[in-house]
């Protein structure tokens, strides 16, 4: 099984502050027949269902503001939100869907 | 809209069985690979079961192969899990979550449920 391990467990930023989350997975999610990583980011608010931010490793899904943006390849991959803003108070999750499906343990992201 | 509304989760005692069902609807139910995603009480995402669009092909961790049974009617729109011989560390939120049509273009699970609760306890 492909393992994910996320850093750091948990970050606190002030608002406008530029945030980066790593998530690094123990064999490579490049599916060969595409040359895609299949990796995904999740954003989950308190109380609320998980949310499909990123997938691709870098492709923003519809509707996403453009100051989260997915990168990296191979084995290591970054989220990176450009301006935090209040609304982004959330666990981010990683997650490779190459073989079988794993998630990453979370990112908690406080607003200071 | 896109919609899952998952039900069926409840208190059930060690070595009980319960099934979930996820009624669907907003999309072609049926073209869709659907899977169960659990969280656990420590926040953990865990991957329990993923049925094919026709619902030929099954797969499952090994962590509850032989004990879940992931099942869809396509008539109905409806996705199941009907769980057995369950266990403490089954205790979760479980969600039905759309996953693809076809593994090339494959996002991830691009929709999820609101989640139905399991816990077992005696």
């Known amino acids: 099984n492909i393992m994910m391990t996320q850093s750091p467990s948990s970050l606190a930023v002030s608002a406008g502050e530029k945030v980066t989350m790593s998530c690094k997975s123990s064999?490579?999610?490049?599916?060969?027949?595409?040359?895609?990583?299949?990796l995904a980011w999740y954003q989950q608010k308190p109380g609320q269902s998980p949310k499909l931010l990123i997938y691709w490793a870098s492709t923003r899904e519809s509707g996403v503001p453009d100051r989260f943006t997915g990168s990296g390849s191979g084995t290591d991959f970054t989220l990176t939100i450009s301006s935090v803003q209040a609304e982004d108070l959330a666990v981010y999750y990683c997650h490779q869907y190459l073989s079988s499906r794993t998630f990453g343990g979370g990112t908690k992201l406080e607003i200071k | 809209e896109v919609m899952l509304v998952e039900s069926g989760g409840g208190l059930v005692k060690p070595g009980g069985s319960l099934k979930l069902s996820c009624a669907a609807s907003?999309?072609?139910?049926?073209?869709?690979?659907m899977s169960w995603v659990r969280q656990t009480p420590e926040k953990r995402l865990e991957w329990v079961a993923t049925i094919s669009s026709g619902g030929g092909n099954t797969y499952y961790p090994d962590s509850v192969k032989g004990r879940f049974t992931i099942s869809r009617d396509n008539a109905k729109n409806n996705l199941y899990l009907q769980m057995s011989s369950l266990r403490s560390e089954d205790t979760a939120l479980y969600y039905c979550a759309r996953y693809s049509q076809f593994i090339t273009t494959a996002k991830g699970f691009d929709y999820w449920g609101q989640g139905t609760t399991l816990t077992v306890s005696s």
């Open positions: 907003g999309f072609t139910f049926s073209s869709y690979t």
């Open positions: 064999q490579s999610v490049l599916y060969s027949s595409n040359q895609k990583n299949y």
